[in-house]
């Protein structure tokens, strides 16, 4: 015979074994991670902080040269 599971899932007996293998099985997987060094964090920081910088100049340039020319076409 099935087992009825109808009445498991109404008084939740079986929710708490999910959770705690659900945080069991995180923690498996937070120890499989490997960390970056303080190193690479900032190498890696100051690389986006520089392509960002350069972006937006490139980005102030552009809209002051399409401003110019608009002004140029208005006149």
């Known amino acids: ?3 009825d599971t109808t009445s498991e899932k109404k008084s939740g007996k079986k929710q708490p074994n999910k959770i705690v293998k659900w ?8 120890k499989k991670v490997v960390w970056p060094s303080k190193k690479t964090v900032i ?3 100051s690389v ?3 392509v ?3 972006s937006a ?3 102030g340039l ?3 040269g399409f ?4 002004r140029l076409i208005y006149r």
């Open 43 to 45: 190498n890696n920081t």
């Open 23 to 30: 945080f069991k099985d995180l923690r498996v997987e937070f």
């Open 48 to 50: 986006v902080l520089a």
């Open 67 to 70: 401003l110019a020319l608009m």
């Open 52 to 54: 960002v910088a350069a």
């Open 1 to 3: 015979m099935a087992k």
């Open 62 to 64: 552009l809209d002051e």
């Open 57 to 59: 100049v490139l980005v």
